[in-house]
């Protein structure tokens, strides 16, 4: 299940991060780049935890009816659910992921 969630949160991180560097090389020192760097950076400095923590909470708050996450299933038993409880977790994971700074141009 650890290798699953890595694995799904490095295929979100790509998803995130690839389109939006492209976007700020070829758009560089404009408003897209600018913002895409200032989310970036708010990104970088907030932990998972953090961000699941508000991901759980605000909902229940605005919506008393929801019950929190589903029990979990195998991936064997039913895919798509199993994929739909571990969309959170790495959404999470993969969000810290693709605000990590370029490590050869420092960008």
């Known amino acids: 299940m650890t290798l699953e969630l890595g694995l799904f949160a490095l295929v979100i991180a790509l998803a995130v991060a690839i389109p939006v560097g492209v ?4 758009r560089q020192d404009g408003w897209a780049d600018y913002l895409f ?6 990104d970088a400095v907030d932990p998972a935890f953090w961000l699941a923590l508000l991901i759980i909470l605000i909902p229940t708050v605005w919506f008393p009816s929801w019950s929190g996450a589903p029990p979990y ?3 064997s038993d039913s895919p798509l659910q199993h994929l739909r409880i571990m969309l959170i ?3 999470c994971l993969g969000a810290g992921l693709s605000g990590r700074r370029c490590a050869w141009c420092g960008r």
């Open 23 to 26: 976007l700020s090389a070829i």
């Open 73 to 75: 299933v195998g991936l």
């Open 37 to 42: 760097a200032g989310v970036q950076h708010l």
């Open 89 to 91: 977790p790495a959404f």
